[in-house]
């Protein structure tokens, strides 16, 4: 099976937010660190944030954050959100 570069990023994503748990991870430091756009990652962030595993926070000092522990995610979720066709 091969996945999309949007499931790997989106993996990432949550990596990176896990590693920072207990503060925000902003979307400019998420890009700079894995050499992506800032657009990119905002469509990579949609069917996360809408599938209730990433919370966003809004204004000048918000970003974002896994939604509950990193030990209750599971890898499938992550990929049945972002990949198109996974059966």
């Known amino acids: ?3 999309t570069k949007q499931t790997n990023y989106a993996i ?3 990596m990176y937010c896990a590693a ?3 503060r925000l ?3 400019p430091e998420i890009a700079k660190a894995y050499g992506l756009s800032e657009l990119f990652l905002f469509k990579i962030l949609k069917p996360l944030t809408k599938n209730g595993l990433v919370d966003s926070v809004r204004g000048r000092n918000g970003g974002i954050r896994l ?4 030990s209750e995610i599971r890898l499938s979720e992550i990929v049945r959100v972002t990949e198109d066709n996974f059966e």
Not at 67 to 70: H, I, N, T
Request: overall charge positive.
């Open 25 to 27: 991870s902003q979307i």
């Open 12 to 14: 990432r994503i949550m």
């Open 67 to 70: 939604s509950r522990e990193a």
């Open 20 to 22: 920072n748990q207990g």
């Open 1 to 3: 099976m091969r996945l």
